[in-house]
Structure formats: C-alpha cells, structure tokens
C-alpha cells in the first residue's frame, strides 16, 4: 500500500514567486491536512480538505491556498513568497473526516521550500 | 483555543536506558485525542502512540508506554530499553474531536547515545 506522496521535495523560489506543492493521499483516505513546519514556529496547522471541500483553516495569511481534487489528491498553494515561507510543508492523510472522529495522521515526506 | 507545551527541547539517553518526555495541553473540550509522533532524522514522521481522553488506562506499544493524567492534563511518554534507532524529534498532538484539526507542540528532540 502506498504512503502518502508529496511533490516536488526539493524546491528553491526567489521572494515574490508563487509555488504549488501536491499531495496525494494513501488510497481511500478522502482527508488531507497541510501544516508548515518551521525550527521557530513547529508544526503549524494549514488547512484541511475533505471531499474537495475545505472544512478548517489555520492562521495564515491568504497567500496560502490549497484545494482538493475529486480523486482526493490537494494541492497548496503560496503566492508572492517571503522569506520566511521557507519551511518543511507536510501533507498528512486520514481515512475520514476528522472532525467525525481521531483518526491517525500518516504523513508524506514533505516538501522543503527554500526561498531566497 | 487548544495548546500543547513540551518543555524540554532536547533530550538524550544512553541506550538501554529508559526516557521520559513531557507534554502538557490545555484544552476546553471533553472528548480529544492525544498522540505521540516520532520524525527520525530526515525521515517520516509516524505516530507513535495514540490515547483517548475517555479511557482512564494508560496506553503502551511495546516499549513505548504514556502516563496519561487527566486532572492535571499531562501526557508523558515513556521509553523503555532506548534503541539507537529511536534518536528523533518527538511531538505531541492533541486532536479535540470538535475542533478538526491537530495542534502540535514544538518537539523534544532524544538523542540516544551508544
């Protein structure tokens, strides 16, 4: 079975680019959850899809966006980058809703942003 | 609003040994989840353990054990027998089945030495 999946791994933008990273979930899991993980700031919540729809969103500013497809693959999004956008982006999947229930959280590789 | 504090950064033991890292959480919610994540070094990361705020017995993974107290809203991990492979950054997680969403504290990186 495979894990969870993130493209690109590596990637390296200058201040002011947009870039889109891809998550693509274990199959069945319809739950997908970003969070950006920073050595200063830890893990922090994103945003989380369910069913193409997104259900809960963290404290970040609008440039962050996502989406989630009908095959349950999300993609996220950050506009106009900054400097300090520069993080590990982690992708995480559930087999439901997680507001219906604590599922366990099985995350991708991640995806590490540098920004110069 | 949900916090989780682990207030040691850094940790390390001498294999066989046995370790404990502390986690603290604030919630207002009754019915929440806690985990422990493990992230070796440039690898995944995977849980560890997992404990239902409902159920009153501590949970355990084979060398892997927590001390859930409630009351008091502590949920320490306990590592048995360390191994060298256990050398990561640890997070706990409290999930509020309300809420939708996971928060992390900050992580307790164990080096377990040889």
């Known amino acids: 079975k495979a894990g969870v999946t993130q493209t690109p791994r590596y990637l390296i933008k200058t201040r002011g680019q947009q870039v889109t990273l891809s998550c693509s979930p274990i199959s069945g899991h319809r739950s997908v959850s970003w969070y950006q993980q920073t050595p200063g700031q830890g893990l922090q919540f994103l945003f989380e899809?369910?069913?193409?729809?997104?259900?809960n969103k963290g404290n970040f500013p609008g440039r962050f966006s996502g989406r989630q497809f009908s095959n349950s693959r999300s993609e996220m999004n950050v506009s106009t980058l900054e400097l300090g956008d520069s993080a590990l982006y982690l992708c995480?999947?559930?087999?439901?809703?997680?507001?219906?229930?604590?599922?366990?959280?099985?995350f991708g590789a991640g995806s590490r942003l540098t920004v110069l | 609003a949900q916090t989780v504090t682990q207030s040691q950064p850094e940790m390390s033991v001498q294999e066989a040994e046995t370790v404990t890292l502390s986690c603290t959480y604030d919630t207002s919610e009754n019915n929440y989840y806690l985990f422990w994540y493990k992230q070796p070094p440039s690898r995944q990361m995977i849980l560890v353990i997992r404990?239902?705020?409902?159920?009153?017995q501590n949970a355990t993974e084979n060398r892997f054990s927590v001390n859930f107290q409630k009351a008091a809203k502590s949920f320490s991990l306990k590592i048995s027998d360390s191994q060298l492979g256990d050398t990561a950054m640890y997070f706990c997680a409290l999930y509020p089945t309300n809420a939708g969403k996971s928060t992390f504290g900050d992580g307790t990186t164990l080096t377990v030495k040889p």
């Open positions: 899809y369910f069913s193409e729809t997104q259900r």
């Open positions: 995480a999947s559930s087999s439901e809703r997680l507001s219906s229930g604590a599922n366990v959280l099985t």
């Open positions: 404990q239902e705020a409902y159920k009153q």
